[in-house]
Structure formats: C-alpha cells, structure tokens
C-alpha cells in the first residue's frame, strides 16, 4: 500500500514540511497526502534514514518502537500525549500550508495527468463502513467542497460533528469552503477522542479554527441547529471577517476584533418590530432574537414586542431604555393644559331631568320667567338649548334640551357637560320607570342629583312618598340624614323655585366649579342647524377660555371663523365666556351635537377638520364589521375587560327583576357584571345611547315569546349592542351565554349556547340580535 507523505514523515520522526522540502530539492513537487511512489522513497530514505535527520531511526519502525528505541537517550521519551500533540500540531500546519489544495489538485493533475494518489489513499484511509454509507462520485466530492462541507461529505457524518465541534459554528463556515480541514475527517481523527482534543484547543490558538472560538463560547456549549441558526447573524460578520482575514494573513487572528459604537441609550416606542429594536440596539436580528428566546419569547423579525419586553432585552445588551414620545395624532390638536392659579369660578351647568309630565318645562319655564325675562325685558328668547339665569347676582346655566341627551349623547362623544341634575319628581306621582332611567343616567355620568319634588300644590301630593321611593335607588334625602338635597317646588304657584336655585348655588359653591377664562375658547356643540338665511348655525357651550367674534375654531369636523355671536335672547355678544350658551355663526358645515369646539388658527383648524373627516369616512368603510360576542369574550379573555355593563329591558317588571338577578348573580374572578340601568318596556333610543355613553350591552326580555310582539329596533345608526333573549329561555341559553364569557372554558359552553339560540331561531324566537360597533366595543373601559 503507498503511504503519503505525511505518514512517511510520521515514520521518519520528522515534520511533513520537511519531507515535502526534501522532496521538493529533487523536483519532486508533493503535498501532505502524496502518495511517496518508489523514488521518492529512496530521495527520503537518503535524506533522512541515513543520517539526514537525527531523529530518525528505522524507516519501518513504528511509532511506539521509536519511542522505545527513544528510551535509553539522554533526552526522556515524551509521555504518549505528547507526541498526540506534536503530531496534532504538525497536522494544523500542514493544513495551514495546504489550504489553497484545489490549485495543488490542478497543478497535480496537470503533472500526473490523472487520478491523484492521495485520493487513493484519502479513500483508503477512511474506514470501510464509512465509505460504504454513500458512493461519493468525484463530482460529489466537488460539490460538496463547493458546499464548503468539506471534501468528505459522504464518508463523515462523524467527521462534519467534529467539525461543527471544533469550530464555533458549521454555519459560520459554510460561506467559505477554504476553511474547512482538508484532511479533517478523512483519516482517523474523526475518532471521538481527537474530536475531544479539538474541542478543547487553546483559544488564543492561531489557527484558522481557533478564529472562530475567540469568544470562548463554543468549546463548552453544545451545538444545535438552532444556535447555529441563531448565529447566523454573527456569521455574516465573520465572514466578512474571514475574509478580511483572508488576504492579510492569519497572524491577523490574535488582533482584537474592531469594537462596535453600541449605543448607550435607545428611546423606544410603546411597541417595536424586532427588527426596528434590533436596528436601534446596532445589534444583529439573530442576537436579539437570541436574547428573546432565552427569555422564553418567541419572535420573530417582524414581530412587534412591547416596550416592557425591549426594555429588558435592551438591559441585558447593557443598554439604557427611554420612552418615546407617543406619535402626534393629526387629528387631535394639543390640549392645554390650565394651572391652578388661572382658574376662576364659573356658573354652573345644570340639567332638568325627569318622567314624563312630571313638570320639567313648567319648572325651566317658571325660572327662566322669574329670573330672565322679568329681569331682562325686551329680548325674544330663543331656543338655543341652553340658557342663562341670574339668582342673588350669581349666574346659573340651565340646559334645556331633554336631560338624556345633555348626558349620553354627549357623553358618548367624550363631553361632560353637565355639572349638576335636577330630577324632577311629581309629587303625587311619585318615581316612575324614567325618573329610574334619569337617575341611573346621572349616576353613570357622575353628576351630583338634586331632586326636585313637584307638583307639591297639587292634591294628593306626598313629597314623603316621592322620598321614601327615592331611597330605593341610593338617593336619600338630607332630611333623613341622607347627602342629597331634595326640594319640595311647585311649577304653577313657584313655590319652592328660591329654594331650589339657591340649593343649586351652594352645591355649586360646594362643588367649586372653575376654569379658565384666559386661555384660547374650548366648548361643547348643544344643537346645530343649517338656517336658510343665516347659514350654520351651532349652540355652543364655552367650557373653557373665552370665545370672540373672529376667532378661528375647529368644531369635530367643521372648520371656520366666528362670523357672528348670539346669547339665547337673540342678542349679538362679542365674546363668550366659561358656561355662557352662544349660538355661533361661520362654520363650513353642520357640526354633530357633543362634537368640541376648539379655538385654533386658521391653517390648523382647516388641515386637522380634514383628517378628521377623512378618519369618519374610512371608518364609516369598515361600520360594517360586527363585532360578535366572541370579541367581546376574547376581551375578556385578554383581560382588557373587566366590568361587562348591562342594561336590562323587559316587558313586565317580574322578568326584569328576576333577569337581573339572575345576571347579578353569576360569579367570576376575571369580570365583573354591573347593571346600569334596568327597566319595563321597549329598548328605546335613551337606551342605546345610555348603553353607549356607558359601553353597555343591552339585554331585553320577553315573557311570552311565541306571541310577543316584535321588539321595537333602535335607529342602526345610534345603535350599539341590543341583545334580545327570550326570559323564559334565560336560564337555558342567557345564562350559559354569559357564563361562557365569564369562564375560562369559554368555547365549550358558547356553542352550547349557540345550539340553544340555533334550535330557538326555529321556533321563530327573537334571538341574539348584535350590533356592536368594533370602536365602541375597543373602548370599553379596561377597569372597573
Ligand atoms: N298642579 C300642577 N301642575 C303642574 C305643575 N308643573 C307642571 N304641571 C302640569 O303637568 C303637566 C305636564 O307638565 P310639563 O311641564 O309639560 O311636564 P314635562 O315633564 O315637561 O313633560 P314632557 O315634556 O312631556 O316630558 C302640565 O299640564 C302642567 O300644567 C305644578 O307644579 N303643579
């Protein structure tokens, strides 16, 4: 069998380099794994086998005989190891110099003109059943060297482990083919032992592999797919390293590597892509994806991570974390933002709220005839929905469209107008389905509630009845050591009306109503209209600020100049201050009740009127994507809900109660339900809009389902949730229904309540009817 030379060498006792020297000084061109033909031989046995080399001794000794013909020299036999070592060493080199083999394979060829020996041997040298797990065809031999998987892919699996081993990552050098141990796995060393050795080599080793270990990491860690995945973002780096590398020589490999400009703090936004944060960071993707999963996060490039997440992986980079300034929205303008010290008492806004012909505009009109007109003759009060009063020198704002509306519907748009509800009660009628419905309005608004128990003059009045039933509903009077104020009045004789408006002044007082007067006009739209002759016209408010005739405002997504102002007597003012109604002349459209006014110049009214249209429009596009319980539950689910609201109609009181406590008694840990508002009779628009103010879902009972009569449908456009179940079909379905948004086996019990309402829909049923908008539903509110 012809030996190669570097098993020649090994035999001479001397490094390859030399024998390829000795070689080479007789025109014998050779590399590691020539095959030493006869000549050769004899050029060797001459150099080094008579005497060329001290080390020598036999040429057919092996190696443990020259050990132990070694044993009696002077110099101690190096223990086995050692010469493990020495050999190990003598191969790198010989790496090292045979690097650059595909030229040496041509050259070769070109001088042999055919199949090189060493190939022989390579193959002979590999174990037979390595060679035996795959034919590698000489083409395969190039592809895979091509591949950079080094010339014996086929015979070594064991060999590519060893590989992979030794070096930080096979990834990192499968761009560069040059890299790979030539002669790796083609031998022996593919033993686990040397794979061990490899393993363990010194980091600050010149050798190529040992470039790759530098961070002193990949001796110890096991190697996986997916770190080598992970990696690969380094690799690129190296790579470009390597090459680098590459053309300057190896000696380059002890020199620190470049040290980045990492930055040292970072601002990062509520939410980033990992790509966006791996890009501040001036880190690879694969590190922060890295970083992310050892944190138990999976991610990927482009998903979006939250700041609390960035934050940490950010600190573990040893970067500092600031919150970003959250984007301007176009179309919001800048609030402003009022100090203390500019604020100055302003009158209060009061609603008159209460059950049908129980006396509430008999009452605003016994006011406003005892305070205004009398005192301010001459002007024709106009209806602007609002108006002024002025009680003992103080000033009292009392609107006059219907109290619902004063609440919910601006409400429902983000303005609180109100300040305080008079609730108005007849005394021989006592607390009837809307004074409930007023007094739950007023709740949910917040507003502080001053009972108004008239018709006091009539026979048959019981003001103690009035506040005996009031107590029901959590209103007890101060006179029964309660905190709300209750007056006995009387619209037609006007007894009681001092006492009701200085009652009014002193909760105002009490209250400290304040704002500032000096600072641009912010207000609330009442009414609007388009009037043939004068144009738009829109009530207005003023909250805040003072509003001037001229001034530039942007109402909701109206724009335009003040052109002229009006009080509710008709009178032209040239200015509006805190709490004062005006009705305001010059915006390019009709605005919608609820939307706020806002002083503004000119360009930025126009520019932002606009967004804010084209915002309506586009989301008018998507009104008709309902949201179906599922969202809802999915909420719930997410945690963003924790208080489902609900507001339960039915036709008889017995099913409403009973509903309602049926509901009430449902028991969670994730929400909790809260009945705002209950009452007999037909879900009505006061309804809907107390249900959106209050993001509410409405639940309406029918006692006899088969004949009922169908349940009066709101107006689409004002609806926003209006769920019809039949009561005696609550306990079979509602319930399930509603516990399967409470519970966290949330499908299992949702479509047993979907098979219920299925198999009722069948019998003709009202059932689930859901118009919930998607907005209205985001905004339900996160806590309770
Ligand atoms: N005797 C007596 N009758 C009153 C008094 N206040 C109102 N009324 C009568 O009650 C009826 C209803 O009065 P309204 O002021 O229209 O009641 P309302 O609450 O405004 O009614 P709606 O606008 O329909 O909700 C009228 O016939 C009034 O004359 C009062 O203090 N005493």
């Known amino acids: 069998m012809t030996k190669r030379v570097f098993e020649v060498a090994r035999e001479y006792g001397v490094q390859t380099k030399e024998v390829i020297q000795a070689l080479a000084g007789h025109n014998i061109k050779a590399g590691n794994f020539t095959g030493v033909n006869e000549s050769m ?146 031998t022996a060393q593919s033993s686990a032992t040397k794979r061990t050795k490899y393993f363990s080599r010194p980091q600050n080793s010149d050798n190529k592999r040992g470039r790759n270990d530098r961070n002193g990491k990949s001796a110890s860690r096991p190697h996986t797919l997916l770190i080598n995945v992970l990696n690969k973002g380094k690799a690129k780096n190296n790579r470009h390293d390597d090459r680098h590398t590459q053309q300057n020589g190896y000696q380059q490999n002890n020199q620190p590597a470049k040290k980045k400009n990492y ?28 970083r992310l999963l050892l944190g138990g996060i999976m991610a990927t490039i482009n998903q979006e991570i939250d700041y609390d997440t960035a934050s940490l992986i950010a600190d573990e980079f040893g970067v500092t974390v600031t919150a970003e300034a959250p984007p301007e929205d176009p179309t919001e303008i800048e609030e402003i933002v009022d100090a203390p010290e500019t604020l100055k008492t302003r009158p ?27 005192h301010e003759a001459g002007g024709i009060t106009q209806h602007i929905g609002a108006y002024q009063v002025r009680y003992e020198g103080k000033k009292i704002t009392f609107m006059d469209t219907p109290g619902h509306e004063a609440f919910t519907a601006m409400r429902a748009r983000g303005a609180q107008v109100t300040d305080i509800a008079v609730l108005v009660v007849a005394a021989d009628d006592g607390v009837m389905p809307q004074t409930v419905e007023s007094i739950n309005h007023a709740k949910s608004a917040d507003v502080a509630v001053i009972v108004a128990i008239n018709k006091i003059d009539k026979e048959g009045a019981n003001p103690g009845n009035v506040m005996q039933q009031l107590t029901e509903y959590g209103l007890i009077s101060e006179d029964w050591g309660g905190d709300t104020i209750m007056v006995p009045v009387s619209a037609h004789t006007k007894q009681g009306l001092d006492d009701l408006l200085e009652n009014i002044l002193v909760l105002a007082e009490v209250s400290d109503f304040k704002a500032n007067p000096d600072r641009p006009a912010q207000g609330v739209v009442i009414e609007a209209k388009l009037d043939k002759g004068r144009g738009t016209v829109a009530s207005v408010l003023i909250q805040k600020g003072t509003l001037h005739v001229g001034d530039s405002v942007l109402v909701g997504n109206t724009y335009g100049k003040v052109r002229a102002m009006n009080n509710e007597r008709g009178e032209r003012v040239k200015k509006a201050e805190p709490s004062l109604p005006v009705e305001i002349l010059g915006l390019n459209d009709v605005p919608e009740a609820g939307d706020i006014l806002n002083m503004t110049d000119e360009k930025t009214a126009r520019a932002v009127a606009e967004k804010r249209l084209e915002k309506k429009r586009s989301s008018e596009l998507h009104v008709n994507a309902k949201v179906t319980l599922d969202d809802l539950f999915n909420q719930i689910q997410e945690g963003e809900l924790k208080e489902l609201s609900l507001i339960v109609k039915g036709d008889v009181q017995g099913s409403v109660e009973a509903l309602s406590q049926s509901l009430l008694a449902i028991k969670s840990d994730e929400v909790r339900i809260s009945i705002v508002h209950a009452g007999v009779g ?26 009922c009569p169908p349940v009066k449908r709101p107006k689409k456009k004002r609806s926003i949730c209006v769920h019809t179940v039949s009561f005696m079909m609550r306990s079979m379905m509602l319930k399930p229904l509603l516990k399967a948004c409470l519970t966290r086996n949330m499908k299992k019990k949702l479509s047993a309540a979907r098979k219920c309402a299925k198999l009722y829909r069948r019998r003709r049923s009202l059932l689930p009817v859901l118009m919930l908008k998607k907005e209205k539903l985001r905004a339900l509110p996160k806590s309770a």
């Open 263 to 290: 930055p040292e703090t970072i601002e990062l936004p509520e939410t980033i892509a990992v790509k966006d944060f791996a890009e501040r960071l001036g880190r690879e993707v694969g590190e922060v994806i890295k």
């Open 348 to 374: 209060p806004v009061v609603t008159i709220m209460g059950h049908v012909d129980h006396g509430k505009t008999s009452l605003l009109d016994a006011i406003r005839k005892t305070n205004v007109t009398s």
């Open 682 to 707: 037909a879900i009505t628009e006061s309804d809907i809009m107390l249900a959106s103010a209050s993001n509410a879902l409405i639940i309406g009972a029918l006692t006899y389902v088969p004949t």
């Open 41 to 186: 031989k004899a050029v060797l046995d001459k150099k080094f086998a008579k005497g060329g080399s001290t080390k020598q001794a036999a040429p057919k000794q092996t190696a443990p005989e020259r050990a132990a013909a070694k044993q009696p020299a002077s110099k101690p036999a190096a223990p086995k190891g050692e010469h493990r070592e020495v050999r190990q060493e003598t191969r790198r080199k010989q790496q090292r110099e045979h690097d650059d083999r595909p030229q040496q394979d041509a050259r070769r060829q070109r001088d042999t003109g055919g199949r090189t020996g060493h190939r022989q041997n390579d193959r002979n040298a590999r174990p037979q059943q390595e060679r035996n797990k795959r034919p590698v065809s000489g083409q395969d031999r190039r592809d895979d060297h091509k591949n950079g998987r080094g010339r014996s892919a086929a015979g070594g699996r064991q060999e590519g482990r060893a590989d992979n081993g030794h070096s930080r990552s096979g990834g990192q050098n499968r761009g560069g083919s040059t890299e790979r141990p030539r002669q790796g796995g083609g």
